[in-house]
């Protein structure tokens, strides 16, 4: 109902195409109006859902089956309750013609949400998430890189058909992105640090003593050399990344460094664990 809101409300009125088989169907309504966006989607999507439960059998799951056919309905059926001009949809008062911008974040945050749940229900939405399933296995495409790849097709290909050069469209994009993470994975307020350095015994008294952290000694061996060292990982919050990479600069600017996001820390410092 959600991802269906965030297309009827906001994208398919202005015509902003955010990738996938909706977006294309936005593309083809503009050139074939009295087809409706979901209806095409609904075209695209039947004969992918055949070639995935084909290729991947029981790996391919009711529910992702139940999304993809479901979203479409929803979709037209809300376009004919609602309308798709946006001058005379909810009496004019939601017209935003003048503001893509806004229309760019809304309809990123509602499509956002939509998805972000249906992938935490270990499903997908079906469309071009089939084609990425495809390229991950017959063209050795990680998930993320397929999907990327043919959105990206699906923009380009609306960008060129409806003379249309936006950027607020990459808002979209950015917005509907991250709120799937967050809805998946909750705010990351903490980040996971990897430290390769000569001069540990330094890197680790600042961390007791100045930030008052603890860390980790993790054995390792470089796999050119095979010469053993130790590895420090720790955890800090989201503020203390600028200090520590100003310390670890100052200290062994030859260090190497790996940061990435820890969406769940439990432990002593942290978030106490869940009931």
């Not at 995935?52 to 059998?57: A, I, S």
Request: aromatic share 12%; net charge neutral; charged share 15%.
């Amino acid at each position: 109902i959600l991802m269906s809101a965030g297309f009827v409300l906001f994208m398919n009125p202005y015509q902003v195409v955010p990738g996938g088989v909706y977006g294309l169907g936005i593309v083809l309504h503009a050139l074939f109006p009295s087809i409706q966006v979901g209806t095409f989607g609904l075209m695209f999507d039947i004969p992918l859902l055949l070639i995935g439960l084909k290729v991947f059998g029981r790996m391919f799951g009711a529910k992702t089956v139940t999304a993809a056919l479901l979203i479409p309905v929803l979709m037209n059926t809300m376009t004919y309750f609602i309308g798709e001009n946006p001058a005379t949809m909810f009496g004019g008062k939601m017209d935003l013609s003048n503001d893509l911008f806004l229309v760019c974040i809304f309809g990123g945050v509602l499509i956002g949400a939509g998805l972000g749940m249906i992938i935490k229900t270990e499903a997908t939405s079906g469309g071009t998430d089939i084609v990425a399933m495809l390229l991950v296995k017959y063209a050795r495409f990680s998930f993320s890189r397929g999907v990327l790849l043919v959105d990206s097709l699906v923009v380009i290909f609306g960008m060129v058909v409806l003379g249309d050069w936006r950027l607020p469209l990459l808002v979209t994009i950015f917005v509907t992105t991250r709120v799937i993470d967050f809805i998946v994975d909750g705010a990351s307020y903490d980040k996971l640090l990897f430290i390769i350095s000569d001069r540990n015994d330094d890197i680790r008294e600042y961390i007791l003593e100045k930030m008052g952290r603890g860390g980790t000694f993790i054995k390792s061996s470089g796999m050119y050399t095979g010469a053993g060292r130790e590895m420090i990982f720790l955890v800090v919050s989201r503020s203390e990344v600028s200090a520590i990479k100003g310390m670890i600069k100052e200290i062994d600017p030859q260090s190497f460094v790996v940061i990435v996001d820890a969406h769940q820390t439990y432990g002593d410092g942290f978030k106490a664990f869940p009931d």
